[in-house]
């Protein structure tokens, strides 16, 4: 010890064999501890949103039906082997999405789309379209801003504005209600 550091102060006498073997006997437990703790928690379950929950609602309600034979109203069966999990199936166009398919520049003419359209393709040409609308809509904007802009300047020019309006427009209502009052006066008198 020094002797110039009193007796709480001075620095600890370690062993450092008894340390090293303290803490390796202590991350053991931890390591323990951390594994058996990893193996007492459930595997987390899948969040569910609300429409899969109504769909599976809706499959535990409907009757049981052999899976060979096609539902009411869906297409001809297609053999499973050319069926893919990972890939999307077409489906028939509706009369609307053969419209689309054809302003999009996709078919020439309406013989030229076939019966089953892949999704991917019906998505793409309502993008496509949805663009073209938002261009038009950007379009009739901006020319509506310069109509306003012009016919604004016009109006300056013949010294036309609100408050000139508004001034008329009153002094024709307290003329119209004078003359109301004077042909009451009349009357009662």
Known sequence: ????LPLCLSPPTIQPAVTMQRAASLSLSVSRRLLAAAARTPTPTPIRTRTQTLHSAAAARRPARDPDTPARGSPAPVARDECS???????????YDRKVLLWVGRFKKDQD?????????LHAARNKIRVQICYLMIAVSVGACV?????GKKAFRQRENLTKW????????????????????????
């Open 113 to 121: 789309i076939p019966e089953i359209v892949s999704i991917e393709m």
């Open 85 to 95: 999990p990972y890939r999307l199936q077409g489906r028939i166009p509706s009369a």
């Open 147 to 151: 109509v306003m802009v012009l016919s």
């Open 166 to 189: 508004n001034l008329e427009k009153k002094a024709k209502l307290k003329e119209q209600y004078r003359l109301e009052h004077e042909t009451v006066a009349d009357k009662t008198q």
């Open 1 to 4: 010890l020094s002797p110039s």
